[in-house]
Nanobody, 125 residues
Framework: QVQLVESGGGLVQPGGSLRLSCAAS????????IGWFRQAPGKEREGVSC????????YYADSVKGRFTISGDNAKNTVYLQMNSLKPEDTAVYYC??????????????????WGQGTQVTVSS
């Protein structure tokens, strides 16, 4: 059974840090791109970051460049999103998603095959 499980969300003050994890089961991340997306109340889901297994390339939305870092641990079949210098506007439910195995490049939100259930991130003082 293919499954993605996010964890690591929570409440943090502005300027703080969190590390989100996306653990995969039922398939190996070696042949997939993993994207992180977020959805704030009343807003559309948007792409945050992605890491591609095809060439190791990474992508970041302009709003998080320099603050967020995506990385993968194939031995643990897990992808991480390190989030630093968090801002109130980063508050959202964060989802990870997998695309592959035939095309493991980062893509648009519509091109991902599997999704996790999401984890809440709240940045507030």
């Amino acid at each position: 059974q293919v499954q993605l499980v996010e964890s690591g969300g929570g409440l943090v003050q502005p300027g703080g840090s969190l590390r989100l994890s996306c653990a995969a089961s039922g398939f190996t991340l070696d042949y997939y791109a993993i994207g992180w997306f977020r959805q704030a109340p009343g807003k559309e889901r948007e792409g945050v970051s992605c890491i591609s297994s095809s060439d190791g390339s990474t992508y970041y939305a302009d709003s998080v460049k320099g603050r967020f870092t995506i990385s993968g641990d194939n031995a643990k079949n897990t992808v991480y999103l390190q989030m630093n210098s968090l801002k109130p506007e980063d508050t959202a439910v964060y989802y990870c998603a997998a695309r592959g195995p035939y095309d493991s490049r980062c893509g648009s939100i519509y091109e991902y095959d599997y999704w996790g259930q999401g984890t809440q991130v709240t940045v507030s003082s």
